[in-house]
């Protein structure tokens, strides 16, 4: 049997006095789409930073493809974009990509980037300009672009819509669909309920440290007879039972 993409077993984090995850039991399924959600300060990041090691889980256990997370080599079949993405501002596009692609194992193929760079609406002159030139959009789009070219079998995206204006959002949403058919797994946080609903596989709701809920999109509508996700998350936000679906 296959193991899970990633398995988050009793994960606990506390700064302080301070509790940031509380027992976090979670598996995401491989080839999964994947979109965890909850309100600023819910430990989304925190969980992220767990899973990569930068920030060490006070108990508990995460794996990655069944290996523990602890190992790089664990991790070295995943790409991450934080949510605060910013590449060395000194260096040009086509600088980043190919220092990046060396990391990733992978030589640096100009067509593949310029195709990749169009799919996100990213103007090929980017390849060119120092990242000190960017704007917030396009410094998205080239961490985005970066972690699609790496094609690694786990994407692992904070906020990756982030700066992004709507056609970009639509772009990248197209751009994860096509990879997730290919059986990539893609893990990512939002605040657009929106765009976990239209699509996730299955979902998470994380609320002060907690999962208060996972399952399909439909599933967290239908347990709260809620016309729309948005209101049914703010009604899984109330209750203090933990659901599963």
Known sequence: MEPSALAFRHVSKAFGTASALSDVELEVGTGELFGLV?????????????????????????????????LPAA??????????FNAPF????????????????RGYDEAA???MLAALDLDLSALDKPVRAYSKGMTQKLGLACCLLSERALLLLDEPTSGLDPKARALLKAALRERHARGSTIFFT????????EMCDRMAVLHQGRVRYV?????LRERFG??????AFLACLETAVPLAA
């Open 113 to 115: 980037a310029r195709a």
């Open 38 to 70: 909850g309100m600023n300060g819910a430990g989304k990041t925190t969980l992220i930073k767990c899973l990569l090691d930068s920030s060490r889980a006070d108990t508990g256990s995460i794996e990655v493809f069944g290996a523990t997370s602890l």
């Open 226 to 231: 809620a016309p729309t996700l948005e209101r």
């Open 215 to 219: 399952g399909s999109p439909a599933g």
């Open 190 to 197: 939002s605040h657009s309920l929106a765009d976990v609903e």
């Open 75 to 84: 991790r070295s079949r995943l790409a991450f974009l934080p949510e605060r």
């Open 90 to 105: 000194y260096v040009t596009g086509r600088d980043f990509l190919r220092l990046m692609l060396r990391l990733y194992g």
